[in-house]
């Protein structure tokens, strides 16, 4: 790389400047930077995939979940539980949880804790805020 320039505005912002070549190296560094971490990343993920820590879902039921349908109905269908069957293993009501999966209540956090156990996943796979929705509903 050849030597910078640099210098400080008249505001007191300092500056650098980059031969034409020397930037075109940077991004490449970048570029490289950034293809290390993704892959360091897919290594992670594949061996906690091997590990059981992670799953692959269908987009089938991803989709529904950014089309706006409950995470916890999808989820309960994905898993392949009937509402009775998770509302029992939940320790609540059948109707309590047909009120969270059509949207009337939002939930206890201890209801969807509880949800989100017998389901064998994460309170944050089940919230999904409603301000969230919008903002998917934008995209």
Known sequence: ??????????????????????????????????????????????????????ELIPSEFVDRMVD????????????????KDLAANAGISTAYLSEIETGKKDGSVSALKSIADALKLDLDDLYWRREDRKVADTK
Not at 19 to 36: P, W
Not at 68 to 83: F, N
């Open 68 to 83: 706006g349908e409950s995470p916890v109905r999808v989820w309960r269908e994905y898993r392949g539980l009937s509402a």
């Open 1 to 54: 790389m050849s030597i910078a320039t640099s210098f400080t505005t008249p505001n007191g912002e300092e500056m650098v400047v980059l031969s034409r070549k020397d930037y075109e190296a940077l991004l490449q560094r970048l570029d490289r930077a950034e293809d290390l971490e993704d892959s360091l990343a897919i290594a992670d993920f594949e061996k906690k995939l091997a590990a059981g820590q992670e």
